[in-house]
């Protein structure tokens, strides 16, 4: 998804004004800046300067299965929607939100 240079500008003044990134060489970020990224799928990330990188370290806080999973989405997606309700116990297959016997 590109961002215009103008969106990339503001993200990376308002990173800098008010965040503080753990695990980060401090000099090294004020002297190259934050990167923005703009996706993910899989193991990589997309960069707003259209760069893929390999996404190596979010999997030690937050992300261990990978970028762009629809298939974990759309299981969240069922259990947070009203036809999670109707769970009785039994093991459900979930296949795109649906429901099946």
Request: glycine share 12%.
């Amino acid at each position: 998804m590109p961002l215009d240079r103008a969106t990339i500008d503001e993200l990376l003044r308002l990173d800098r004004a008010h965040v503080i990134h753990p695990i980060t060489e401090l000099r090294r970020h004020e002297e190259a800046g934050a990167q923005v990224f703009v996706g993910g799928q899989g193991i990589e990330l997309e960069r707003a300067d259209g760069w893929r990188v390999i996404d190596g370290f979010s999997g030690l806080f937050n992300i261990n299965v990978g970028h762009g999973r629809t298939e974990i989405a759309d299981a969240v997606l069922f259990f947070a929607s009203d036809l999670s309700r109707a769970i009785t116990g039994q093991a459900l297959d979930v296949n795109g939100g649906h429901y099946f016997h």
